[in-house]
């Protein structure tokens, strides 16, 4: 009898510590994208996407497009504001699928916002209702690598 007891009593243990707030794991909670990087009203002398891949690396610009993708970081793609959405052939018209994929590599360019040499660890989708589609601009400092891919360190962001 003292066994079913203890038996008991150690099964009652284990359920109540396995149903503490200690012991159910936490999702890492994202941080919102700060502030300081929003800017109230469109930033002048915006060029589109092809005009700003063409700077040089190391050149601070400010590029006006239309958010293609978001990461998991503080990242997404821009893409030149000269290509329509394709909303009647596109589950998903920001892939732009009614347009050839070269021309649309071509016209994007990847944004990030740095926490030191790596992508911040908070999300852009939603902040400032920023979704897919949404034209911005954004400023920030080129860098191209040795096969021409370029990409935007950004220091701020606007709706247009």
Do not use: Y
């Amino acid at each position: 009898m003292n066994f079913i007891k203890a038996t008991a009593a150690l099964a009652l243990l284990v359920a109540s510590a396995s149903c503490s707030s200690e012991s159910v794991p936490v999702a890492k909670e994202t941080s919102a994208m700060p502030e300081s990087l929003w800017a109230a009203a469109p930033m002048a002398d915006a060029v589109d996407v092809l005009l700003a891949k063409q700077s040089s690396s190391g050149e601070v610009v400010v590029v006006k497009g239309q958010l293609q993708d978001f990461g998991d970081l503080a990242t997404f793609r821009l893409v030149d504001s000269s290509f329509p959405p394709c909303t009647d052939l596109c589950a998903t018209p920001w892939d732009f699928c009614c347009e050839d994929p070269s021309d649309i590599a071509a016209a994007t360019i990847n944004v990030e916002f740095l926490e030191g040499d790596f992508p911040a660890s908070w999300a852009l989708k939603g902040a400032h209702g920023l979704d897919h589609l949404t034209s911005v601009c954004v400023k920030g400092t080129i860098h191209t690598d040795e096969a021409g891919n370029a990409r935007l360190s950004a220091t701020s962001i606007a709706k247009l």
